[in-house]
């Protein structure tokens, strides 16, 4: 069954709700402060893949990118990176500024 989310403009609660297709048009008042004046939100919906489906992707991408050229490298990874699904692209918060700073134009690690 679906899982639908709502949130509630009276108090800004978010809540999901698993219902039938026949139950989906009924808007389930809020949990948390039982107001019917909620919204229904479009979900993010999760895509299952191999992993040599996604290292395909991935190679298939790169065809355009000069491994020579980090500043090339890095603005793909910036501009595209999340188009592989977030277990693909997570970082920390460094490593993204360092992403960043390669892309425009900036020292690598190797400089």
């Not at 979900?43 to 298939?60: I, N, P």
């Amino acid at each position: 069954m679906p899982v639908y989310e709502y949130r509630c403009k009276a108090c800004q609660n978010k809540y999901s709700e698993i219902l039938s297709i026949e139950e989906s048009d009924d808007v389930p008042a809020c949990p948390s402060c039982g107001s019917e004046d909620v919204q229904k939100l479009v979900s993010s919906v999760a895509v299952v893949r191999s992993a040599q489906d996604k290292a395909e992707d991935r190679s298939k991408a790169l065809t355009d990118v000069d491994p020579n050229k980090p500043q090339e490298v890095a603005k793909h990874f910036r501009d595209h990176g999340s188009q592989f699904g977030e277990d693909d692209f997570r970082g920390t918060k460094e490593w993204h500024d360092a992403v960043d700073r390669v892309a425009e134009g900036g020292p690598t690690l190797d400089e």
